[in-house]
């Protein structure tokens, strides 16, 4: 008799405006790394943990707030790289804070070393922690403050 396999638990990383231009775009802040890059390497690190990583990029707002609502109801936990959207966005802000995901805020710059606009996040308060600075390695280091925090409060 065939076992039912239980599907792997949902890690759901959201990547904000203009990020789909990662490897072309500003590459002396950003980086050559492009997103399809960023996301394979997340997608076997979560493999190797026992997660399915699923990672989408968004340049609106409202669709970035929609995908949030939906992973406090599918994921265990979100990356999310709001980009723009976290100097400006209380819509984003109170997605995360609607639902028990624990979302960590990533950026790939570090954003306190850059113009002052990009000091404020409306999203850090209601996050579980942020990682700015790394570059590519600031997703990867997310992901594992965000397992490690999984890990801990795992009460299953
Ligand atoms: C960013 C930093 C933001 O200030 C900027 O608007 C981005 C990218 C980063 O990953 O460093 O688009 O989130």
């Not at 390497?41 to 493999?47: D, E, P, V």
Request: hydrophobic share 40%; charged share 20%; aromatic share 6%.
């Amino acid at each position: 008799m065939a076992s039912k396999r239980q599907p792997l638990p949902q890690i759901w990383v959201l990547h904000g405006p203009n990020l789909n231009l990662l490897g072309q775009r500003e590459t002396d802040i950003y980086g050559r790394e492009d997103l399809k890059s960023i996301n394979s390497t997340l997608g076997q690190a979560g493999k190797a943990a026992g997660y399915r990583v699923v990672c989408r990029q968004s340049n609106h707002e409202g669709e970035l707030v929609d995908w949030v609502q939906q992973a406090h109801k599918k994921a265990v936990g979100i990356l999310l790289n709001g980009a723009a959207y976290t100097h400006t966005s209380v819509a984003l802000r109170d997605a995360i804070a609607a639902g028990d995901c624990p979302c960590v805020e990533v950026h790939l710059s570090n954003v306190y070393k850059r113009e002052p606009f990009r000091h404020g996040s409306f999203l850090a308060p209601v996050c579980l922690g942020v990682v700015s600075g790394l570059g590519a390695a600031s997703y990867t280091a997310a992901l594992h403050g965000l397992l490690s925090h999984l890990s801990r409060y795992d009460d299953t």
